[in-house]
């Protein structure tokens, strides 16, 4: 069966902190490995990453792949408090079939 | 653009009653989507459509009904409410291209089942 498993649940830290967030899968058929962030409604769009070793920026956040252990890592730093949410990691499984983790709740204090 | 839109916003249900939640998207894409989000569990894939006339089941699919007659609207029937079905509920469409799958979502919709 197909799962995604992400961790820490729940993290508190604050401003300033760099945060490691990991989501690890099993699929049968794995597309691509997305980022979302998931503030009060619709989740955000991060990244997406197919290949293993790249690492994909934006700011203050990065993401890498490593299809050979089957999980990502989503690393933030110097964080702010605007950086609370919840992170969400998906799969697609198989034709767009995209399987979500749990999320991880961020709580980022002044 | 729009984007996705989803109505309604919220709805409280009566156990046994039925209703359509709609979904729309001006962005073109071949790729639709229904999740619903519970606590502590991410969101889980219900109905998905890969084009007009096309519908196929996820991973949670019993309670609920799709049909895509057009590229733009993905409407979510449940066809009779239980209280298991009381979650937030978010559409979603992107690009069928796997190297351009970035899912664009809806606002939500908050249903109560009674």
């Known amino acids: 069966e197909d799962k995604v498993v992400q961790s820490p649940l729940s993290l508190v830290v604050h401003e300033g902190d760099t945060v490691t967030l990991n989501c690890s899968y099993e699929?049968?058929?794995?597309?691509?490995l997305l980022w979302y962030k998931q503030e009060k409604k619709a989740p955000t769009f991060l990244f997406m990453l197919?290949?293993?070793?790249i690492e994909k920026k934006s700011g203050r956040l990065s993401s890498i792949l490593d299809k050979k252990e089957l999980f990502s890592i989503l690393n933030i730093t110097a964080t702010q408090t605007g950086d609370s949410a919840v992170y969400l990691c998906a799969v697609d499984a198989h034709n767009n079939d995209m399987r979500f983790g749990a999320g991880t709740r961020l709580t980022v204090k002044p | 653009n729009a984007g996705v839109t989803q109505t309604p916003k919220f709805q409280v249900l009566k156990t046994g009653q039925s209703m359509t939640l709609q979904c729309a998207q001006d962005?073109?894409?071949?790729?639709m989507s229904w999740y619903r989000q519970d606590p502590g569990m991410g969101l889980r894939l219900i109905h998905y459509?890969?084009?007009?006339?096309?519908?196929d089941q996820g991973e949670v699919p019993n309670g609920y009904n799709v049909s895509r007659s057009t590229t733009e609207d993905f409407p979510l029937r449940l066809l009779s409410a239980a209280p298991s079905q009381t979650s937030v509920y978010f559409c979603?469409?992107?690009?069928?291209?796997?190297?351009?799958?970035?899912?664009?979502f809806g606002p939500g919709t908050r249903l109560t089942v009674l």
């Open positions: 699929v049968t058929n794995f597309r691509s």
């Open positions: 962005m073109n894409h071949e790729y």
């Open positions: 197919t290949s293993s070793g």
């Open positions: 459509s890969v084009g007009a006339g096309i519908t």
């Open positions: 979603a469409s992107s690009y069928w291209d796997p190297a351009y799958n970035e899912q664009f």
